[in-house]
């Protein structure tokens, strides 16, 4: 049985939200050669060394295109470890019909490697360099790999991504200093600074409390020296643009609904699950079942649909919040009144009068599991509670 599942203009499926599923997210390996203090692992479990292979990744990039995705993601661990990655690669392209590939990497093994990952139809990449200083940078990684990462970052430029983006994640009293270097870093080469919020996920919450701090001050002054816009298809984020070249953006999802109601992605983890959300682990959608199962690969590709559209249906804001002066504040600062000039909605958000959830209360039925023969069960007239846990 398919389930139904509504869709958006662009012939995305959209979950019970409003929010379309538009990028779906691959994590390849759990596997790394830096021991970043922080590390989200993707809110994976990083025991788990069962990957799924080039073929089998090419297969779910097959069904989330049938159903309008176009835009994947590679992370890890560190991808560029493994060495079917251009393999990988070009079953992306190839099976998902991808326009666009892009993938996080530490940018160590990228001097020999970034031909040929863009050769194999890598667009874009995101290069992690929290501090410039070396012995920061050693304290973050464990290695003394930054002038390899430096390597990495003018071979990605050479290569001729499309775009390449520098991810700095932001540490209280620790690399805080480097902010403003790195963003002369990223002037000079003309390419995109990502600063990023700690995330309380996998290694992050361990050391949260210790090294998180908001980004507002950083905000502050990019204000006063560049030109801001929203980026709506990725989280509402706002970014810089910097005189001179180069920009900043900037990534907020701590106490941040803007952040979580444009979320458009499912991810996929190393080890064969469909993940509706990052900092979730009881919503899991197990897939690896399907792709090894001894049948014609289009039953697996309508199966793996199957199993989508019933990971779609579990996703849903990680966290909920109250609507009050607080919040309206953060849309008015980034959005104004909320909406373009057109009149179309930037977000979708409301902020009542009143201080309340601001999601909906909604009945539909929702499927609850897969059988042994990767079917759904579906129990109908659930209905969904949105809890406010502030």
Known sequence: MILESSSDSDGHIIDRFG???????????????????????????PSSKSYLTPEEIGMVAEAASRLGVRRFKITGGEPTIRRDLPEIIKEIKEKGRAEDISMTTNGVLLRNMATKLREAGLDRVNISLHSLDPEKFYQITGTKLMDRVLEGVDAAISAGFKQIKINMVILKNFNEDDVWRLIDFVRGKKIVLQLIELHPVGEGRKIFTRFHTFLDDVEEKLSKISKMRIRKELHNRPIYYLEGGGAVEIVRPVKNPIFCAACTRIRLTADGYLKPCLVRNDNLVSIKEI?????????????????????NSRREPSAYWRIGEEFEREVHR??????????????????????QPNIRFVDMPIPIALNSTATARVNTGYKYKIEDLL
Request: proline content about 4%.
């Open 291 to 311: 792709l090894r199962m001894d049948i014609d690969r289009e039953r697996k590709i309508e199966m793996l649909i199957e199993a989508l559209l019933i990971a």
């Open 19 to 45: 929010r379309p599923f538009t990028i779906m997210r691959i994590s390849i390996t759990h596997d790394c050669n830096f021991k970043c203090f922080f590390c989200h692992m993707e809110g994976e479990d």
């Open 334 to 355: 980034y959005l104004g009144n909320g909406a373009l000039a057109d009149g179309t909605r930037r977000i979708r958000i409301s902020i009542p009068k009143k201080p």
